[in-house]
């Protein structure tokens, strides 16, 4: 053993006893560095007591996906361990959702929580190295990762290889499959497959592809236990989780709530204006949710029969001068853009949907009939892509519709509408590429 | 005893189809078309003795341009 190699006492932590868990003690010094972060954290010991121990905590702890599919994350990690071929582990911090910065903010304020967790995850499906994907265009995070990755070969020569990864800048590029076609060397372009769940392979080897902050939660449940995870959140949705808050607020946030809290006491953590019109949930594939329904709770038991979730933990508040279907326009024109164009459906009907809307909102002669037309071009897409881009702006489109039915109203019967006009616009919508400009790589 | 396949759906890749309508024609009974000229499959299951659209679902495999479509056999109880 190289005398730099730092071995801190075990004894020196307490799991956090709060709902901030993965930013609990960030008033602390330095702690984004690695001999800081082992002040509260310690090194993960090996998982020497068989591989599947890691897998049956996380099973108990009931831990499910923070990428946006809440998908279980014990059952990816049993499936990729019991293939029993070579496989490697993939942190997906690519968050390509605009109005989210959560994974941008745990990798910069918690970078180690992150690669601990997937030095967990490697270990328990015996996977020999992690890649990590960050975005491109987010320099903050790749140097924060960098800098932690720095010093874990300084201080920790001997854990498993981490490879840090550039990914292409898309929407689209972060869906699971195309993040593994990109990490083939080929085209950051989701593929089609048939069956579900699916194991895919980067070589020869089966991936394990986990979202950032599934990840910290994976290593604070093998050091604290899943008893300690179910402390927080309810039942079938334990745990602590991150939102990112924008819109009509004081100023956009990253807020760490257990999961279930009403959204009305999120809304107010958030400091954001307590009587909205809607919400954007789930991200710019999510729903909007009526302000009828802030006393719900937030996690997926609660929202999926309002037809929303907890998605990729995106909360957008747009107050009640706001214009929802202008607002849900600049979105879904946005996502056509993104659109990998592999797909029919996906390449020509985000189009006309983005067209409609417009056309709604401008007012036309025929607006009934462009409204019944929305609706219908909904239903058809739906379901029709290899991945669920397409699904996810029908998703929203109808939930529009429904939401923002007075406003719909207004503008199909040729009122003018006074906020469509206004120039104040509150869901951050990037400004688009132009189609020519948009490179696949 | 095990029950053996008794029904089948078609099943399409998004990616590969260009949209030629080929399946449309072949196969009307399974497949129609959006107004892009895509098809649209729905994912309900056929029984196997439905034999003039088992035979169908094999033209239009055949007669795919892009070889985009192909059969998924199920069973009924499962």
């Known amino acids: ?102 994974d941008a903010m745990l990798l910069q304020v918690r970078p180690h929580l992150v690669l601990d967790g997937a030095t967990h995850a490697a270990a328990s499906v015996g996977a020999s190295e992690i890649y990590v994907c960050i975005d491109r265009q987010n320099g903050a995070c790749l140097q924060s990762v960098g800098r932690a990755l ?74 604290f236990g899943a008893e300690w995870f179910r402390e927080a959140g309810t039942e079938q949705s334990p745990g602590t989780t991150l939102v990112a808050v924008s819109g009509a607020v004081e100023r956009p946030v990253v807020l760490e709530v257990p999961l279930g809290i009403p959204l009305r006491s999120l809304l107010h953590e958030a400091d954001a204006d307590s009587d909205p019109q809607a919400i954007l949930l789930g991200g710019y594939g999510g729903a909007w949710l009526g302000a009828e329904h802030l006393d719900s709770l937030y996690c997926n038991e ?42 029919g459906p996906c390449a020509f009907g985000l189009p006309a949907i983005a067209k409609d809307l417009s056309s709604l909102l401008r007012g036309s002669h025929d607006s ?24 996810g702006v029908v998703r929203l489109v109808k939930s529009a519709l429904q939401v923002f039915s ?19 616009r509150w869901v951050a919508v990037p400004a688009m590429e132009p189609e020519s400009d948009l490179v696949w790589e | ?44 299951p056929t029984p196997l003795n439905e034999l003039g659209i088992v035979k169908s679902a094999r033209l239009a495999i055949r007669g795919c341009p892009r070889q985009a479509l192909a059969i998924e056999y199920t069973r009924s109880d499962q």
């Open chain 1, 368 to 391: 009934r009939a462009i409204l019944a037309r929305v609706k219908e071009r909904c239903s058809v897409i739906e379901g029709r892509g290899a991945c669920r881009h397409p699904d």
């Open chain 1, 1 to 102: 053993m190289s005398t730099n190699v730092m071995r801190p006492t075990p004894a020196a932590i307490d799991a956090p006893t709060g709902v901030r868990r993965l930013l609990d003690r960030t008033d602390l010094p330095q702690t984004t560095l690695l001999p800081g972060h082992r002040q509260i954290y310690t090194r993960p010991g090996s998982v020497r007591r068989g591989r599947t121990h890691l897998i049956k905590l996380v099973e108990q702890a009931g831990l499910r996906g923070r990428g946006g599919a809440a998908f279980p994350t014990a059952t990816k990690l049993r499936a990729v361990a019991e293939g029993g071929r070579r496989s490697v582990v993939v942190v997906n911090g690519t968050e390509g959702e605009p109005a989210s910065r959560k």
């Open chain 1, 150 to 223: 720095q010093e874990r070969r300084q201080y920790e020569p001997d854990a498993v290889a981490v490879t840090l990864l550039a990914t292409p800048p898309r929407y689209v590029a972060g869906e699971e499959s195309a993040l593994v076609h990109w990490l083939n060397d080929q085209g950051s372009m989701p593929q089609y497959r048939p069956t579900r769940p699916h194991i895919q392979h980067v070589g020869r080897s089966a991936v394990l592809v986990v979202n950032a902050e599934t990840n910290a939660h994976v290593g604070l449940i093998n050091r």
């Open chain 2, 1 to 44: 005893m095990k029950k053996k396949v008794d029904q089948f759906v078609l099943r399409i890749d998004p990616i590969l189809c260009d949209g030629f309508g080929h399946c449309h024609e072949l196969a009307p009974e399974l497949v129609r078309v959006d107004e892009w000229g895509y098809p649209i499959i729905d994912g309900r």
């Open chain 1, 302 to 343: 609660a929202l999926r029969p309002l037809g929303a979730s907890v998605g990729a933990g995106i909360l957008v508040v747009v107050p009640r001068v706001a214009c929802g279907l202008s607002e849900t326009l600049r979105i879904v024109e946005w996502m056509a853009n993104e659109s990998a164009r592999q797909c």
């Open chain 1, 406 to 424: 007075d406003d719909v109203e207004a503008h199909v019967g040729g009122v003018p509408c006074v906020a469509a006009g206004s120039s104040r």
